[in-house]
Every structure is written in structure tokens, then in C-alpha cells.
């Protein structure tokens, strides 16, 4: 089955600085690969979505890059703010409606 | 609009009895998809519903069954809790089969089950 590896341990940045959250998953590449955030006890919330034949995707401060042949996407938040600070998910789908999670990076932006 | 609404927020069980959980789908949207979230995980899919039969499941028990509503609303069933049911209900509406596939999925704010 599909396994999506995100970074367990919590990344702690400096406001002002990026941020780089990276998800690898095994197996074939899905259809979309999308990021949400979370926050503790909510439900989580959806950022970016970028599908197989695309390598890159901005909005705003955010940035997702995917790379099939090395089956990793990369996400990236400029200029991070404390307000940036909740679990970030990498998500999976292959058109078939069913969201495969990963655990979730937890990132910490300390003044 | 309302977003996707769950109820209740919080409820305690006895282990063996049984459970059911609400979701009312963003305003538009005719699929609803359930997740399991156990502390430190991502969601686990549970089931999908959309025409108020269910499209896919994901790898979990008979004990867990849902209904949809014709106003698109839906119902998470949960019979005989174990300890290890306990963890965070996430209900997530979307267009499903009848919109484009590359949308987004709205999540509600969930429903956190403990069972003692």
C-alpha cells in the first residue's frame, strides 16, 4: 500500500526566515498531491494543490514543488510568521476522491 | 456559509456501546467523506458517500457504517467501541464524482470521541 514519509520531529524556524517541509511517498505517483494545515483539535485545512505534469505551484507566501521521478514534493513558506505555526499535511489522491494523509510535520516559527 | 458542520464536538462512551456522529456538508456539495485521526496521525479514510450509497471504503470494520441523507447530510455509525475507536472524527464534504476531480476537500471542525 501507499506510504507517505513526512518529518516526525517538529521543525522549529525564525520568524522572517523559510520554511522547507518535504513528503515523500513510495509506490506510483498520485494524480494530485495536495498540502493542508491543521491545528490542534480542527479540522484540517486546504492550501495548495498540484497535479502529476506540474513541477511547481505558488500562492502567496506558499510554494509546493513536485517531483515524481524522485517522488518527493517539497513546501515551502517564505517570510514565516508565528501565525504559520500548526501541522502541515501532505495529501494524496488519485482521482478517486479518497484523501491518503500523511502524518503531518509540525512546525514551530518563533519570534 | 455555514462550511462543513459536525455534531456533537466531544462525546465520552463506555467501551461496547455504540455511537453516532453528524455532518452537515458545505452548501453545493453532495459527497462526504469520513476520516479517523488517532493522536499524532494523519486522517485514515473511512468510507465515502455520495447518492446516499457508499462509493469507497477504506480498510476498517463492519462496526463502522454510515448513512447519507437526501439533503446530503450523513451519519457515522460506530458499534461496539473499543478503546482503540478513540480519536478524532473528521467529516469532509466536497463535489465528488459530480464535479471535477482536482477540487479541494472542507473539513469540519470534527468530533472527538473518548471511549472509557
Known amino acids: 500500500s501507499q506510504k507517505i514519509e513526512q518529518n516526525s520531529e517538529a521543525l522549529n524556524i525564525q520568524e522572517g526566515k523559510t520554511a522547507t517541509l518535504t513528503c515523500n511517498y513510495t509506490n506510483y505517483s498520485p494524480a494530485y498531491l495536495q498540502w493542508y494545515r491543521q491545528d490542534p483539535g480542527r479540522g484540517p485545512v486546504f492550501l495548495l494543490l498540484i497535479r502529476e505534469n506540474e513541477k511547481e505551484k505558488r500562492k502567496e507566501r506558499l510554494k509546493v514543488t513536485f517531483d515524481t521521478t524522485l517522488k518527493q514534493s517539497l513546501f515551502h513558506i517564505t517570510a514565516s510568521q508565528p501565525a504559520d505555526s500548526a501541522t502541515y499535511l501532505c495529501?494524496?489522491?488519485?482521482?478517486?476522491?479518497?484523501?491518503?494523509f500523511g502524518t503531518g510535520t509540525r512546525l514551530q516559527v518563533f519570534p | 456559509d455555514a462550511g462543513v458542520t459536525q455534531s456533537p464536538t466531544h462525546l465520552i462512551k463506555t467501551r461496547g456501546q455504540q455511537v453516532t456522529l453528524r455532518c452537515s456538508p458545505k452548501s453545493g456539495h453532495d459527497t462526504v467523506s469520513w476520516y479517523q485521526q488517532a493522536l499524532g496521525q494523519g486522517p485514515q479514510f473511512i468510507f465515502q458517500?455520495?447518492?446516499?450509497?457508499?462509493?469507497q471504503r477504506g480498510n476498517f470494520p463492519d462496526r463502522f457504517s454510515g448513512h447519507q441523507f437526501p439533503n446530503y447530510s450523513s451519519e457515522l455509525n460506530v458499534n461496539a467501541l473499543l478503546l482503540g475507536d478513540s480519536a478524532l472524527y473528521l467529516c469532509?464534504?466536497?463535489?465528488?464524482?459530480?464535479?471535477?476531480?482536482?477540487?479541494?476537500?472542507?473539513f469540519g471542525q470534527g468530533t472527538r470521541l473518548t471511549v472509557v
Open positions: 469532509a464534504s466536497s463535489t465528488g464524482p459530480s464535479g471535477p476531480p482536482d477540487t479541494e476537500a472542507f
Open positions: 495529501v494524496l489522491s488519485y482521482n478517486t476522491d479518497k484523501l491518503i
Open positions: 458517500y455520495y447518492e446516499e450509497e457508499e462509493r
